[in-house]
């Protein structure tokens, strides 16, 4: 979770859900929001969201809480494609006035092996991906399902119990974080695939959890090392070259700026950069990165910022600035499928949604495959 992001509002009462507990939300949603919403269209999506932001008036949406307002938003949008009798992602391109007329399906990035804060920190970074290569959608799946087997019958091999991470991926206790990456080559090629051909591989350290601010220090307790920005870009670039991997999320902390930009002009242009933390899908943060050249890659993650007309927003800033996009879930995940159609409205070239394990994850996959069946 980004320092950066619109707050979710909880409770705070400890005899009730451990204090995680959203009936403030709840009251919200059920007085204020729905007593100036009331009358309002609901394909006015932009209004509907812009409403309830004038309505808060803070910056991280702390008054009526990013929970409340993005429920509201979201509901707000399925309401309307009934309404229009469109499906989803074909509702999200006219109430945003996206004019493309071709489809595209988002590439999966598969986080099939777990660390840092989702795995109780067995390892340092937090999630090594595969990216099956296939041209249709059903068969990344697939590739990705076998490839998730492939490792787990391996990790058995090896001794180690398979336990799974927030995300559905392995959480497996390893002697270095690059051993993450040798198991996960040899799962593909025990699957029957050729890794750099038709998997490719991606990670999330997630840095910033790992990063002093004062120190200005990246501490890896797995590896047993304390490194500068300057031997994390190094470290990256030494893994770029071994290892097929096109993507790289926050390789660095959130607020490392100028160290961003290092990083963007070394490798910038063999691999997707991409801010998750960085830029915690806001469109300042954003329109600073762009500014300055960091990063060439966007997570939209729509609680993050908490209505979906500014996430749409932060997705077409990045676009006509040729930034990648990758919509993402959170760790902390439902089993609501409203990114998957989101991502395929935008022509997002990635979608992140967890492993090939538990049904949270599982409902974006589905959803995906039955989207693919309608656009062919």
Not at 78 to 99: E, N, S
Not at 279 to 304: C, S, W, Y
Not at 330 to 343: N, P, Q, V, W
Request: proline share 2%; aromatic share 8%; net charge positive.
């Amino acid at each position: 979770t980004g320092s950066h992001e619109a707050l979710e509002l909880r409770d705070g009462d400890p005899k009730r859900y451990n204090g995680k507990g959203v009936l403030k939300a709840v009251k919200h949603v059920n007085t204020i929001i729905a007593k100036r919403l009331a009358g309002i269209d609901v394909t006015h999506q932009r209004d509907i969201d812009m409403t309830m932001l004038m309505l808060d008036g803070t910056e991280n949406q702390s008054r009526l809480g990013a929970n409340a307002i993005l429920g509201v938003s979201l509901a707000c949008a399925h309401a309307g494609a009934k309404a229009k009798q469109m499906p989803l992602y074909q509702y999200l391109r006219w109430v945003y006035d996206i004019r493309s007329t071709v489809y595209r399906l988002p590439t999966p990035t598969m986080n099939i092996l777990n660390g840092g804060a989702h795995a109780g920190w067995i390892l340092d970074f937090q999630e090594f991906m595969i990216v099956p290569q296939q041209k249709l959608l059903r068969e990344r799946v697939r590739c990705g399902a076998e490839v998730f087997h492939a490792l787990g019958k391996l990790l058995k091999k090896k001794g180690f119990s398979t336990l799974k991470g927030d995300e559905g991926g392995y959480a497996v206790p390893l002697k270095s974080n690059e051993e993450a990456f040798k198991l996960v080559m040899q799962a593909i090629k025990d699957a029957g695939y050729k890794a750099g051909k038709e998997v490719m591989l991606a990670m999330d350290p997630a840095v910033s959890e790992l990063y002093d601010a004062k120190k200005k220090r990246y501490t890896l307790k797995v590896d047993k090392k304390t490194m500068t920005s300057a031997q994390m870009i190094a470290m990256w670039e030494k893994w770029l070259k071994k290892y097929p991997i096109i993507s790289l999320e926050d390789g660095l902390a959130e607020d490392d700026w100028d160290n961003w930009v290092v990083m963007t002009k070394k490798f910038g242009k063999k691999v997707a950069l991409v801010g998750d933390d960085f830029f915690v899908t806001n469109v300042a943060r954003l329109q600073k990165g762009i500014d300055m050249g960091a990063a060439n890659a966007i997570l939209i993650k729509v609680n993050q910022i908490g209505s979906l007309t500014e996430a749409v927003d932060a997705i077409l800033l990045a676009q006509q600035n040729g930034y990648k996009i990758n919509v993402s879930h959170r760790s902390g995940e439902t089993e609501d499928t409203t990114i998957a159609d989101l991502a395929v409205a935008v022509n997002a070239e990635f979608i992140k949604t967890g492993s090939l394990s538990r049904s949270e994850r599982l409902a974006k996959y589905n959803r995906l495959m039955e989207i693919e069946e309608e656009v062919r």
